[in-house]
């Protein structure tokens, strides 16, 4: 059975930094990309970045390129989201996700199996 758990979130003052992980059991973790998405209080759930299986390709939303980098390590499994420069308009629970459809890849659903979220504050 696939399972993803993410961990790393926190409270943070605006301009600082927070590292996402997300380890992933249950599947063959390299054929699969693997994506962040986000959801803020009454809001949808919002596509953050997407990086391949081998980590060759990566995607961001407009909203976070430049600040945010996607990385994956393979051999622990495990996807990483780097989060600099942080805003209050960032604050979100943080959900990885296993990309397993063939929707467009910011679409929530292109993504099979999901994480419990990871809650990320960041005050002004």
């Known amino acids: 059975q696939v399972q993803l758990v993410e961990s790393g979130g926190g409270l943070v003052q605006a301009g600082g930094s927070l590292r996402l992980s997300c380890a992933a059991s249950?599947?063959?973790?390299?054929?699969?990309?693997m994506g962040w998405f986000r959801q803020a209080p009454g809001k949808e759930r919002d596509f953050v970045a997407l990086i391949s299986g081998r980590g060759s390709t990566t995607y961001y939303a407009d909203s976070v390129k430049g600040r945010f980098t996607i990385s994956r390590d393979n051999a622990k499994n495990t996807v990483y989201l780097q989060m600099n420069s942080l805003k209050p308009e960032d604050t979100a629970v943080y959900y990885c996700?296993?990309?397993?459809?063939?929707?467009?890849?910011?679409?929530?659903?292109?993504?099979?199996?999901w994480g419990q979220g990871t809650q990320v504050t960041v005050s002004s």
């Open positions: 249950g599947c063959t973790f390299s054929s699969y990309g």
């Open positions: 996700a296993r990309r397993g459809g063939v929707n467009l890849y910011y679409l929530p659903a292109a993504y099979d199996y």
